[in-house]
């Protein structure tokens, strides 16, 4: 709960809990190799993609106290930017063809800042007019955007509707096509990691000072001639973003979209795994992402009515790890 | 009156408000010289912290404006008002209650060199800063308590962190809504000496109940009585008014 750190340690535990956990993902590739479980590759990326969207959520959540429910939008843009570059660099059709001409491409380096840079220009867009409210109301209205933003997807018949799109093929990083799981698993990796250094950086820095202070006592920030909106918006946009960013990623990994991907359920899913895994702290969503991907994976294979079994098991989760998941551990590594 | 040869910091004009049928404020007009303290006295309801929303932003007024040295700022936001050196604490303590009590004042004292859009750099390391805090702290008296969660702060430590970080901003007014409220008597004491050495550097809009702690530190007091002004003149003027006597100091007195 309080974010006044006590006099810590250079070195804090639950610092180098994080470092092992990043070295024990660096690994996984050839441990799972050795092991014959290669075949968990894609789930894992899968893992560290949707890891990546509620890091993101946990920026505006967390650190900002902005609970969003429309978070589906950005992760579904994403995935259907990347999407659709791909189907028209493989049929050799425009994506855009008026006012002017925007071709498809399979780099993934135009992909991914393309996938960015669409969500993020919707994210400004929604955070522009729902930042205007506050609790309920914000949660309502992120959610209206994301319902229509689902309704609008499923009107273009050259996507598939609700069928959902089959990509043509993996993209290219660079030139080099990214043919086998492990270099896809690779890439999704650092992209996570630099996104955690980058936001670890920026929630410290006089920016993220001001986010969480606004999040405390807004009234306090406005007294000091903080401008608080601009600075609430820019956290949605970015959030936005790198949430479009994951979206592309699902869609590399399971080359498929579908507009599942933008219902509201992803969104609820988004915010579980940050609340599981312990708000505003950016790495425990990342957690929170892998127990409750692992948790459906594992249930379903059991019972096909996984769902009413982990409905209960995260409610449990949540009332014993009211800091989540994360937030209990780093005590307890304080403690101990 | 010898006011009005000086240009007033701050200049309140006609400012009025409704809740409904009541007026809360009636056409309160008040100047604030630079450097000068001003006290607005009045009985529980009279309408001060509306007065001073109102000053600072939070409330939209009906009619009326306030000027800031010379500028119409009745339009602009609170954080813009703020920025221009509107500096402000209230009735019911303000704070980043989950900070430590250096991450408050440090919030404000980043507000004086840049704007937060700043990414890559731990504010906390930022050594320019870091000076500036540490002296504010010593200055507050709250160095030994800076890392402390500002939640688990006693009531008379928090209404000084409140104070420090309004300070911290270097603000050219300062707005200050009852702030020996819940103070004992020694505290209450402190809070007037470092009122006092404040006087002649930033002007003060003091709003206050504790009449010697209004005595001692106004130089002109305004009397407001359900929403209006019914006196305004120097310290001594008012102590001498009868009719303020009995409508507000003989009730204060007995209370
Ligand atoms: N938001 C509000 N809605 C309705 N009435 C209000 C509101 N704020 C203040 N009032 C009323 O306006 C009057 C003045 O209140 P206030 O400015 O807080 O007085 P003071 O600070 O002098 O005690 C009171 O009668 C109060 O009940
Ligand atoms: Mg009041």
Redesign the pocket.
């Given at each position: 709960m309080a974010e006044a750190a006590a006099p810590a340690p250079r070195v804090r535990p639950d610092g180098i809990l994080a470092l092992g956990g990043v070295c024990l993902l660096a690994v996984a590739p050839p441990v799972l190799e050795a092991l014959q479980a290669d075949y968990l590759l894609p789930t894992l990326t899968r893992m560290l993609a949707y890891g990546l969207a509620a890091a993101a959520l946990d920026l505006v959540l967390g650190y900002g106290g902005l609970v969003s429910f429309g978070h589906s939008a950005f992760l579904g843009t994403g995935a259907y930017v990347a999407a659709a570059l791909l189907h028209h660099a493989n049929r050799g059709t425009p994506v855009v063809a008026w006012p002017f001409v925007v071709s498809g491409t399979s780099e993934a380096l135009i992909i991914l800042p393309a996938a960015a840079a669409v969500a993020g220009i919707l994210a400004i867009l929604i955070g522009a007019i729902s930042l205007r409210t506050r609790g309920v109301h914000f949660i309502m209205i992120t959610l209206a955007f994301a319902q229509m933003v689902y309704f609008l997807v499923l009107a273009v018949p050259e996507y598939g509707g609700t069928d959902g799109l089959m990509l043509p093929g993996p993209w290219r990083v660079g030139g080099f096509p990214v043919q086998s799981d492990a270099p896809r698993y690779w890439f999704a990796f650092v992209l996570v990691l630099l996104f955690m250094l980058v936001a670890q950086r920026a929630i410290q820095a006089r920016y993220g000072l001001a986010l969480r202070g606004a999040r405390q006592n807004e009234r306090r920030l406005l007294a000091l001639g903080y401008p608080v909106f601009a600075i609430r918006l820019l956290a949605f946009t970015l959030s936005g973003a790198c949430t479009g960013v994951a979206g592309a990623l699902l869609a590399d990994v399971a080359m498929f979209v579908s507009p599942d991907l933008l219902s509201w359920q992803r969104s609820g899913e988004l915010i579980i795994m940050v609340v599981l895994g312990g708000q505003g702290t950016l790495i425990g969503p990342l957690i929170g992402a892998f127990v409750l991907l692992a948790l459906e994976e594992e249930l379903s294979a059991v019972t096909e009515h996984w769902m009413l079994v982990l409905g209960p098991i995260l409610l449990l989760c949540v009332l014993l790890f009211r800091r989540g998941i994360w937030g209990m551990v780093s005590r307890a590594a304080y403690s101990g | 009156m010898l006011h009005t040869l000086a240009e007033p910091l701050l200049a309140v004009r006609g400012l009025t408000r409704r809740?409904?049928s009541?007026v809360?404020v009636s056409e309160v007009s008040l100047d604030l010289l630079a450097g000068e303290c001003h006290a607005v006295i009045?009985p529980?309801?009279?309408?001060?912290?509306?007065?001073m929303g109102m000053i600072a932003g939070e409330i939209v007024p009906d009619a009326g404006t306030v000027l800031l040295g010379g500028e119409d700022i009745g339009r602009l936001s609170v954080a813009a008002r703020a920025r221009r050196g509107v500096g402000r604490t209230f009735?019911i303590t303000e704070l980043c209650s989950e900070f430590s009590v250096r991450q408050n004042v440090l919030l404000a004292v980043q507000t004086r060199f840049a704007s937060p859009f700043h990414f890559l750099r731990r504010a906390d390391r930022l050594s320019r800063l870091a000076a500036h805090v540490d002296a504010a702290l010593v200055a507050a008296g709250l160095i030994d308590r800076a890392e402390h969660p500002a939640a688990i702060l006693s009531h008379g430590e928090q209404r000084q962190l409140e104070l420090a970080v309004v300070l911290a901003c270097r603000p050219r007014v300062l707005l200050l809504d009852e702030p020996a409220a819940g103070l004992g008597l020694s505290e209450t004491e402190e809070l007037a000496n470092r009122l006092a050495a404040l006087k002649g550097r930033i002007a003060m809009l003091l709003?206050e109940h504790d009449m010697d702690t209004v005595f001692r530190l106004a130089d002109r007091i305004t009397v407001?009585a359900e929403g209006r002004v019914i006196a305004s003149g120097s310290a001594e003027d008012i102590r001498a008014d009868r009719a303020v006597r009995e409508a507000y100091l003989g009730e204060m007195v007995d209370a």
């Open positions: - | 809740f409904g009541l809360a009045g529980n309801g009279a309408g001060k912290s509306t007065l009735q709003v407001l």
